[in-house]
């Protein structure tokens, strides 16, 4: 069989047992992303390995898959801005900036603690921490959005924390390796600042300026979805340039682009588009391929007790870390909780700073391994205790001033 037959086969099983499970998961009253998620882990080297079925002899074909699934994370993540207004994330700013830094404070010290506990050495230690503050609301935004509370305070407030909890993680890791394992120190750390803060506001604003004006006049022209295309060649450029010249993930880039487009007269169109082409093809491959990506039987092993002390230290970082910035910054218990839990789930941004971590040696095998099994697990829980707090409402009143957003799928 060709190359291109296995990529087809695979695909189409992949897709299919995704809705499936999706459809399911909904009849038994859970999110969509909570059933693919979990056929994701079966197909995966925990269960089944399907990708090395003996009919599949591409060795290349995990690698094309998760490619895939790239571009359904940052679709994902154009959406959820897509969904916002830029005045919303503006007002939430104090919420965000506290949730965000105190989400990244906490599980950096209680990580640096664990690590010293289970015998690493000060650097490993903190390089753990570091990892557990990471977060990536990818998973918590088609929470909400199939919610529809996205627009919600706790939702905009939400999202916001999570791109000051990018800055913070990204610089935090920057500084690290700069004082470790670089020479040029400081003026490397200060230099990524310095880029973050030109890409924000050099891509903000032009974004504003041009985009929406732009998005209109390819509207207007005889191009077959036109603007369908022109959105999709944002994200995809936005993404580039918020890892290459901003250091950001590529995620941030993303969410921006859909942030700036809110303000189209074509949005509507921008989001019919755009969501049924990530939502029928790509976003269920993102889902899928955080299963086929691990393998949860070597947490079994002699690193069970690291990785179980990870997954405390990273529901609590967030929960109680985001929770009580939120707190401080005026929000509610009940939408402090929520919005801690929202930030609890580390997917591809966990995965990105310890990929890091073992390219430089900061992070041995067991590390690694631990760390895996946290993003699963944080991934898993993350989806049936959001829409258990916002099954709520009578807890969470200013949640039910929410405006309507649209269909999520």
Do not use: C
């Amino acid at each position: 069989m060709s190359d291109f037959l296995q990529f087809s086969l695979a695909l189409a099983v992949i897709i299919a047992l995704a809705k499936a499970a999706g459809y399911l998961s909904i009849k038994l009253g859970q999110p969509s992303v909570l059933g693919e998620l979990i056929v994701g882990i079966l197909l995966g080297p925990t269960v089944l390995d399907f990708l090395h079925f003996t009919i599949f002899t591409d060795n290349h074909l995990g690698d094309v898959i998760h490619e895939l699934a790239e571009i359904g994370v940052l679709l994902l993540m154009f959406i959820a801005g897509l969904d916002l207004h830029l005045d919303d994330l503006v007002k939430s700013g104090k919420v965000s900036a506290l949730a965000g830094t105190m989400g990244v404070i906490l599980p950096i010290g209680l990580g640096y603690g664990l690590g010293l506990l289970f015998g690493m050495q000060a650097q490993e230690a903190l390089f753990v921490g570091l990892v557990l503050a990471a977060t990536s609301v990818s998973i918590s935004a088609q929470t909400l959005m199939e919610l529809k509370v996205l627009r919600s305070r706790v939702g905009t407030a939400l999202l916001g924390a999570a791109v000051f909890d990018d800055i913070l993680v990204v610089l935090g890791l920057s500084m690290f390796i700069a004082l470790t394992q670089s020479e040029s120190g400081l003026l490397q750390v200060v230099w990524i600042a310095v880029r973050m803060v030109l890409f924000l506001g050099g891509a903000g604003v032009l974004g504003i300026l041009i985009l929406p004006r732009l998005s209109q006049r390819v509207a207007s022209r005889d191009i077959a979805q036109g603007v369908v295309s022109f959105a999709f060649v944002m994200i995809l450029i936005y993404g580039w340039s918020a890892e290459m010249l901003g250091g950001m993930a590529a995620i941030t880039g993303a969410f921006l682009v859909g942030l700036v487009l809110t303000r189209s007269q074509v949005k509507d169109r921008i989001r019919s588009g755009v969501s049924t082409l990530a939502y029928a093809v790509f976003v269920p491959i993102f889902f899928i391929n955080v299963g086929l990506s691990v393998n949860a039987r070597q947490l079994l092993g002699p690193v069970f007790w690291l990785f179980l002390g990870m997954t405390v230290v990273a529901v609590i970082g967030k929960v109680v870390g985001a929770g009580a910035g939120a707190l401080m910054a005026g929000l509610n218990r009940q939408e402090a909780l929520q919005l801690g839990v929202g930030m609890m789930s580390r997917g591809e941004v966990g995965l990105i700073v310890a990929s890091v971590g073992v390219q430089q040696g900061l992070l041995t095998d067991d590390g690694l391994a631990a760390i895996v099994g946290v993003i699963i697990v944080t991934t898993l829980m993350t989806p049936p205790m959001l829409r258990a707090l916002f099954a709520k409402p009578r807890s969470q009143p200013k949640n039910k001033e929410i405006l309507p957003e649209g269909e999520s799928k």
